[in-house]
């Protein structure tokens, strides 16, 4: 299927690169459908709507620098979107890069929880005073040793 992207104009898709979020992320709660792409610069992905090619966000998995990231979420929350083992979730945070160049952020209280298999999502709310939404990416790299 050929999608308009915020990044990469129009493109080829693999219906397997749909993902669907059937509550919408926060803020963005009428939006559903979204592709998950590989950036041009990795680890960083792109989940772009599939309804509103302004809308993209930059992903980054939160155990890349934070290895003591814990999600402690409750198995009912998980089951909403068929996740019933560890292994069948895939786990992003949404990174904010200011134009002023400051600091690029993620946002560790809200990750978005994926399921492999299904591809169904949803955004969790995390109450471990540890998780800001907005988590200095190359400080805690330099913190953990791993920049």
């Known amino acids: ?6 990044a990469y104009g129009l493109i080829d898709v693999d219906e397997r690169q749909k993902i669907i979020f059937p509550q919408g992320l926060f803020g963005f ?14 680890p960083f992905y792109w989940l772009q709507s599939i309804d509103m090619e302004q809308v993209a966000f930059v992903l980054l998995s939160p155990f890349l620098f934070r290895p003591d990231y814990e999600l402690n979420i409750s198995n009912e929350e ?6 019933n ?22 946002n560790l209280q809200g990750p978005l929880i ?31 040793g791993n920049a």
């Open 29 to 42: 709660e009428n939006l559903k459908s979204y592709l998950l792409l590989d950036a041009e610069r990795q």
């Open 85 to 106: 083992a560890p292994e069948k979730a895939l786990v992003f945070s949404i990174v904010t890069i200011p134009p002023d160049g400051s600091p690029m952020t993620a």
């Open 78 to 83: 998980l089951a909403e979107i068929g996740i």
């Open 114 to 144: 994926i399921n492999r298999d299904s591809r169904t999502g949803k955004q969790a709310v995390l109450s471990d005073a540890r998780w800001k939404t907005k988590h200095d990416i190359m400080a805690e790299l330099a913190a953990t």
């Open 1 to 6: 299927m050929k999608v308009a992207t915020k």
